[in-house]
C-alpha cells in the first residue's frame, strides 16, 4: 500500500488522537500486560496508540515490529532509540547510530561475543552464580530478584569488562537507579545519573589509555585501538559506546531472571522435567525468552511519511517496539500465550532483535539465563512463590521482586 491508497487526512488525524492503552497504568500483574497486548493486537491489527510521553505508535504485532526494526531506509534509531526519549546526554554507539555510521563499533563489539570466547567465560559466569546462590538456598527464605538476579550481572560483567566486581556492583546500583528515574520521567535525575555514569566510563577507558590491555582481550581497549578508514574512533563516540555497554546488560538479565523463577514456581512439573534432564535447560530458556521477552519500550523514529500496518505513520513520529506482546503474536506463534517446549518455529522470536542492532550480548545473555537454572534446580527439590511478584514498569516488562519458597535438595 502507497501513501495515496490511505483513507483522507481527517481518518488519518482521528486515529492520531486515539488512545489505546496507557502504558504507566499502576497495579500491573504478572499477566496483566499480556492480556492487554493480546487485545490490542486483534483490535488494532499489530499497531496501537498511545498518548502517554507525548503520544507514540506501538508495534504490537511480529510484523509490524520485524517490520521497523529491519526497514533502516524508513525508521532511524538516531532521533528517539526509546519510549519515554531519555537519552538527553550524548550519542552512545551503536545504538544511537544507523549504518554506516555504527558498523565501525558493532565490529569491535561482535568480535567479543563470539563461540570460543564464550566457553572460556562460562566457567567464571557458573562460579559466580554458585557463589551467589548457594548461601541463599541455605535461608529457604529469599527474593530471587534483590539477593540474586539484581547481583548476577554485575559479578559477570566484571569479569568480561576487566572490572573489579566494586566498579561492576557501582555500575548496577548507578542503572538500577538511572532506570526508576527514567520509568517516572524524572528528567533531572536521568541527567544527573547518565553524568556519573560518563563518569565512570572514562574512568575505564583512563585506565586503558594508562596500562598495558591487550585489545584483542579487552573491550574498550579494542574500541581505543580500532580504525576507521585508517582513523582512530572519535575519543566523544568511544566514552559514549563504553557508557552504553556498561549499562546495557545490566537490566534485562535482572528482570527476565525473575520471570523464570515465577514461571518454572507456576509449573512443578516442567521443574522436575529439567531437574530429571537438564539438557532440557536450553530449550525451556529459549521459549522463556519468546514468553517474557523483557523489553516493549524500545523504539525507531519515522525519517519520513510512511505506512505502517495500513497506517500513515508520519515523519518524526516515534514507534514503541513492543517485543514482549510481538513474541505471542498467534499469527506467528501458534497457542502464542503457552509455554511449548521445543515449539517448532522458536528460533523466529525477536526477544534479542533482529538486523542491525540485533543484540550482540545474545550470547552471553543466553549463558546467564541457563547457568543460573542449571545451577538452580540442581540443588533444590522445588520452590514456589510465597507472594505476588512486584513487576517493572514500562519501559521494561518483567519482575522486580519474586518472593520464594526454597526446598534444598
Not at 583512563?206 to 582513523?231: I, K, M, N, Q, Y
Amino acid at each position: 500500500m502507497t501513501i495515496s491508497d490511505l483513507p483522507g487526512t481527517r481518518d488519518d488525524e482521528r486515529r492520531r488522537d486515539e488512545h489505546d492503552f496507557d502504558p504507566v497504568r499502576p497495579g500491573e500483574t504478572f499477566t496483566s500486560a499480556h492480556e492487554e497486548f493480546r487485545q490490542l493486537r486483534q483490535r488494532h491489527d499489530g499497531l496501537a496508540r498511545s498518548q502517554e510521553y507525548d503520544g507514540f505508535w506501538a508495534a504490537v504485532g511480529y510484523d509490524e515490529v520485524l517490520q521497523v526494526i529491519t526497514d533502516i531506509e524508513h525508521f532511524t534509531t538516531r532521533k528517539q532509540n526509546a519510549v519515554p526519549k531519555f537519552a538527553f546526554t550524548g550519542v552512545r554507539p551503536p545504538l544511537h547510530l544507523d549504518p554506516p555510521e555504527h558498523t565501525a563499533y558493532r565490529r569491535v563489539i561482535n568480535r567479543f561475543f563470539t563461540p570460543p570466547r564464550m566457553r572460556a567465560l562460562e566457567p567464571h559466569v557458573r562460579e559466580a552464580a554458585v557463589s551467589l546462590l548457594d548461601p541463599l538456598l541455605s535461608e529457604r527464605w529469599i527474593d530471587v530478584c534483590k539477593q540474586y538476579a539484581h547481583r548476577f550481572p554485575a559479578y559477570v560483567f566484571a569479569k568480561f569488562f576487566n572490572l573489579d566486581v566494586a566498579t561492576s556492583e557501582l555500575i548496577k546500583n548507578v542503572s538500577g537507579t538511572y532506570v526508576d528515574a527514567i520509568q517516572v520521567l524524572d528528567h533531572d535525575t536521568v541527567k544527573s545519573l547518565s553524568g556519573r555514569l560518563y563518569e565512570i566510563a572514562q574512568g575505564i577507558i583512563d585506565e586503558r589509555v594508562a596500562g598495558d590491555f591487550d585489545p584483542e582481550e579487552d573491550l574498550t581497549a579494542g574500541l581505543l585501538a580500532a580504525r576507521h578508514e585508517g582513523e582512530p574512533l572519535p575519543a566523544a563516540m568511544i566514552l559514549g559506546c563504553v557508557r552504553q555497554l556498561i549499562v546495557t546488560g545490566m537490566v534485562a538479565p535482572s528482570v527476565f531472571t525473575g520471570n523464570m523463577f515465577v514461571h518454572l514456581s507456576r509449573d512443578p512439573g516442567l521443574q522436575d522435567a529439567l531437574r530429571a534432564d537438564p539438557s532440557l535447560i536450553p530449550a525451556a530458556v529459549e521459549e522463556m525468552l519468546r514468553l517474557y521477552s523483557p523489553y516493549r519500550g524500545m523504539a525507531r523514529t519515522a525519517r519520513e511519511d510512511v505506512v505502517l500496518a495500513g497506517q500513515l505513520i508520519r515523519k518524526d513520529d516515534p514507534i514503541a517496539l513492543v517485543y514482549t506482546s510481538a513474541n505471542r503474536d498467534e499469527k506467528v506463534f501458534p497457542d502464542g500465550e503457552r509455554f511449548i517446549l521445543d515449539r517448532e518455529n522458536i528460533q523466529r522470536h525477536i526477544a534479542f532483535g533482529r538486523g542491525t542492532h540485533s543484540c550482540p550480548g545474545a550470547p552471553l545473555a543466553r549463558m546467564m539465563m541457563c547457568i543460573t537454572l542449571e545451577e538452580a534446580l540442581a540443588r533444590t527439590a522445588s520452590w514456589r512463590l510465597t507472594d505476588e511478584p512486584e513487576m517493572a514498569i514500562w519501559a521494561e516488562w518483567g519482575t522486580r521482586s519474586v518472593p520464594l519458597d526454597f526446598v534444598r535438595a
